[in-house]
């Protein structure tokens, strides 16, 4: 009989007034490894911390018997607490500057200067320290090589793209030899090639003893999970064996309404400007040391088109994106048009970002959350990270507006901190919507949002391409999210065109 890890009884989480998780009773076995799925804010990532000890149950009892196990076997390590024996990987990361004198910020992986003030993956992986010195099978060679991550070693974490940053934090928790991993929704920002793969590490990490919690969607379901946990409004309805769970019932058959007449009157608040290059860019090449990240690299943007941005992680997508938008300086030593002005001809960055829309994982990892939703909305008007200003009422209202167009606006007074990462993540999309910009550019803009959400966000920038003359860029690792309005197509691969 296997091992009792860890159990709930009558568990009822609160955060302030609010009411997270109830009527919780939860039994966790050595080696069954489960999976979370639910809609948007249905508990699954308050779940998982509250496992981690990083919430507090508000009443009921949760018991760590690994933990008791662990100090019965090793009596001498009384001082260590339930915390060293789990690893959580969460949405966000926190990596610290070499210095350890702050976090990182968002362009500071485009400023060779500031991006030297950052450990590499090799440096970074080396600092992870297990719970005690017995032999190991997630060494420091075994976790680079499972996650490929042996081409990295030597590269700054500042610089490594989305998907690299996951399957770096997926080797430090499997270094630290957890008895219990836990897992936010893994699969995010992995190109497809990495996705395939991750169903064989799920397998090498259960069997090399550690067991698996992961939040994860109904669709994408490691072969290694042994049983299903569903979660509805805070509570775990449901509790299905592998055997028996059918993807198909947890997929939501809606019908999807976007509100034409509101989307008409928000698209009509500003005037697109008019142009005939978005973007024109002739044999662009970007270089950090001795690392080529875009070579010979050309591309021209009429007004009006809509482009897919595809390629693997570490492609050189990303680098490509911070070229149009402004952030990345090493735009004026190559030949470059934005909205037929040729970078380097005195425009700012902020002529640049007041035409712009922009989300990406990046942004969502660095954006300040201690303003309310309505107020990172608003700060779209102005580019900035976060509202540095009194806040306009008729601003706030249009904030308010985009707000119920993505159906979060049940968050409006909320600060961003406080609501789930999917909803967050919508703001920073209406925050890119709110001006009504010449350009759009959207990379991974679904990431982390639950089925409904991301038809219901596919959906809506169909319709604002239908109804308007804004110029889209989208990047995504996964076909279904491409819009229909999509009809060219770039491909990069080791920064090069193909």
Same mark, same amino acid.
């Given at each position: 009989?296997?091992?009792?890890?860890?159990?709930?009884?009558?568990?009822?989480?609160?955060?302030?007034?609010?009411?997270?998780?109830?009527?919780?009773?939860?039994?966790?076995?050595?080696?069954?490894?489960?999976?979370?799925?639910?809609?948007?804010?249905?508990?699954?990532?308050?779940?998982?911390?509250?496992?981690?000890?990083?919430?507090?149950?508000?009443?009921?009892?949760?018991?760590?018997?690994?933990?008791?196990?662990?100090?019965?076997?090793?009596?001498?390590?009384?001082?260590?607490?339930?915390?060293?024996?789990?690893?959580?990987?969460?949405?966000?990361?926190?990596?610290?500057?070499?210095?350890?004198?702050?976090?990182?910020?968002?362009?500071?992986?485009?400023?060779?200067?500031?991006?030297?003030?950052?450990?590499?993956?090799?440096?970074?992986?080396?600092?992870?320290?297990?719970?005690?010195?017995?032999?190991?099978?997630?060494?420091?060679?075994?976790?680079?090589?499972?996650?490929?991550l042996e081409a990295l070693r030597d590269k700054q974490l500042i610089k490594l793209s989305n998907g690299?940053?996951?399957?770096?934090?997926?080797?430090?928790?499997?270094?630290?030899?957890?008895?219990?991993?836990?897992?936010?929704?893994?699969?995010?920002?992995?190109?497809?090639?990495?996705?395939?793969?991750?169903?064989?590490?799920?397998?090498?990490?259960?069997?090399?003893?550690?067991?698996?919690?992961?939040?994860?969607?109904?669709?994408?379901?490691?072969?290694?999970?042994?049983?299903?946990?569903?979660?509805?409004?805070?509570?775990?309805?449901?509790?299905?064996?592998?055997?028996?769970?059918?993807?198909?019932?947890?997929?939501?058959?809606?019908?999807?309404?976007?509100?034409?007449?509101?989307?008409?009157?928000?698209?009509?608040?500003?005037?697109?400007?008019?142009?005939?290059?978005?973007?024109?860019?002739?044999?662009?090449?970007?270089?950090?040391?001795?690392?080529?990240?875009?070579?010979?690299?050309?591309?021209?943007?009429?007004?009006?088109?809509?482009?897919?941005?595809?390629? %693997?992680?570490? =492609?050189?997508?990303?680098? @490509? +994106?911070?070229?149009?938008?402004?952030? *990345? /300086?090493?735009?004026?030593?190559? &030949?470059?048009?934005?909205?037929?002005?040729?970078?380097?001809?005195?425009?700012?960055?902020?002529?640049?970002?007041?035409?712009?829309?922009?989300?990406?994982?990046?942004?969502?990892?660095?954006?300040?959350?201690?303003?309310?939703?309505?107020?990172?909305?608003?700060?779209?008007?102005?580019?900035?990270?976060?509202?540095f200003r009194p806040s306009d009422p008729k601003k706030s209202a249009i904030a308010l507006r985009w707000?119920?167009?993505?159906?979060?606006?049940?968050?409006?007074?909320?600060?961003?901190?406080?609501? %789930?990462?999917? =909803?967050?993540?919508?703001? @920073? +999309?209406?925050?890119?919507?709110?001006? *009504? /910009?010449?350009?759009?550019?959207? &990379?991974?803009?679904?990431?982390?949002?639950?089925?409904?959400?991301?038809?219901?966000?596919?959906?809506?920038?169909?319709?604002?391409?239908?109804?308007?003359?804004?110029?889209?860029?989208?990047?995504?690792?996964?076909?279904?999210?491409?819009?229909?309005?999509?009809?060219?197509?770039?491909?990069?691969?080791?920064?090069?065109?193909?």
């Amino acid at each position: 009989m296997a091992a009792c890890l860890l159990t709930i009884d009558d568990g009822v989480l609160k955060f302030g007034n609010q009411i997270v998780l109830s009527h919780l009773n939860f039994q966790l076995d050595k080696g069954e490894n489960w999976a979370l799925i639910g809609e948007s804010g249905s508990g699954k990532s308050a779940l998982l911390q509250l496992i981690a000890g990083k919430l507090h149950l508000s009443s009921g009892n949760i018991q760590y018997h690994f933990h008791d196990a662990f100090l019965q076997k090793h009596p001498n390590d009384a001082h260590l607490t339930f915390h060293r024996l789990v690893a959580l990987i969460e949405s966000r990361h926190h990596f610290r500057n070499l210095s350890n004198t702050g976090d990182f910020y968002y362009q500071q992986r485009y400023n060779s200067s500031d991006s030297e003030d950052a450990q590499t993956v090799e440096q970074y992986l080396r600092s992870i320290k297990p719970y005690n010195d017995a032999i190991h099978y997630w060494t420091f060679e075994t976790a680079l090589q499972k996650l490929h991550l042996e081409a990295l070693r030597d590269k700054q974490l500042i610089k490594l793209s989305n998907g690299e940053t996951k399957r770096l934090l997926i080797a430090a928790a499997l270094m630290k030899n957890p008895v219990l991993l836990m897992l936010d929704n893994p699969l995010a920002g992995l190109d497809v090639q990495t996705r395939a793969e991750f169903n064989t590490i799920i397998k090498d990490i259960a069997a090399s003893g550690i067991t698996v919690i992961m939040a994860t969607s109904p669709l994408e379901i490691p072969d290694a999970i042994k049983r299903v946990a569903v979660l509805k409004e805070g509570t775990i309805v449901q509790q299905i064996p592998i055997k028996e769970f059918d993807a198909k019932n947890f997929i939501s058959n809606a019908a999807d309404s976007i509100d034409t007449q509101e989307l008409h009157a928000l698209l009509n608040t500003k005037a697109i400007g008019t142009y005939e290059w978005i973007v024109k860019m002739d044999m662009v090449n970007i270089r950090y040391g001795e690392k080529q990240v875009l070579k010979d690299v050309s591309w021209q943007i009429r007004q009006g088109e809509r482009w897919a941005l595809l390629g %693997p992680n570490g =492609a050189g997508k990303s680098t @490509l +994106l911070s070229l149009i938008n402004g952030d *990345n /300086p090493q735009a004026y030593a190559n &030949d470059i048009v934005l909205f037929d002005r040729k970078r380097g001809t005195g425009e700012s960055i902020w002529d640049i970002k007041s035409k712009t829309g922009f989300i990406s994982p990046e942004l969502y990892q660095y954006f300040p959350t201690d303003n309310s939703c309505l107020q990172v909305i608003e700060s779209g008007y102005y580019d900035t990270m976060g509202l540095f200003r009194p806040s306009d009422p008729k601003k706030s209202a249009i904030a308010l507006r985009w707000m119920k167009a993505l159906e979060i606006d049940q968050y409006a007074r909320q600060l961003l901190k406080n609501i %789930p990462a999917s =909803a967050q993540r919508l703001c @920073l +999309l209406a925050r890119a919507l709110i001006k *009504n /910009p010449t350009l759009l550019i959207f &990379d991974e803009p679904c990431q982390g949002l639950d089925l409904h959400q991301q038809q219901h966000f596919k959906s809506l920038v169909d319709t604002v391409c239908r109804m308007s003359n804004v110029t889209l860029i989208y990047v995504t690792h996964y076909q279904h999210e491409i819009p229909d309005s999509v009809t060219k197509v770039l491909k990069l691969e080791k920064g090069v065109m193909v």
